[in-house]
Nanobody, 121 residues
């Protein structure tokens, strides 16, 4: 019904920048909060950032001041601008979105498959 597709993952040097995208498609009535999580090798998945449909944002302390989440509601797309990246930012970044598929359906969370970000010199 709803698909989330992430893109933009790549190999980047420490101190560099990268922009991830997450596009939601399918049977969509409304996309509410969208967010990014990441999972590093051998570690648990952790919260990175989220943005409401009204533009309110929250960030993990580890990325605050370096990462910026934004969205284009007309395109049902969220972005994660990553600046001054560090080796510890290496992870698979996954997008999530809280989506209603009809006007009378409760919203539920959908997840993408993730995109790999590797920070290394």
């Amino acid at each position: 019904q709803v698909q989330l597709v992430e893109s933009g993952g790549a190999l980047v040097q420490p101190g560099g920048s990268l922009r991830l995208s997450c596009a939601a498609s399918g049977t969509i009535f409304r996309v509410n909060t969208m967010g990014w999580y990441r999972q590093a090798p051998g570690k648990q998945r952790e919260f990175v950032a989220r943005i409401t449909s009204g533009g309110t944002t929250n960030y993990a302390d580890s990325v605050k001041g370096r990462f910026t989440i934004s969205r284009d509601n007309a395109k049902n797309t969220a972005y994660l601008q990553m600046n001054n990246v560090k080796p510890e930012d290496t992870a698979v970044y996954s997008c999530t979105a809280d989506v209603s598929t009809t006007p009378i359906t409760y919203a539920r969370d959908y997840w993408g498959k993730g995109t790999l970000v590797t920070v290394s010199s």
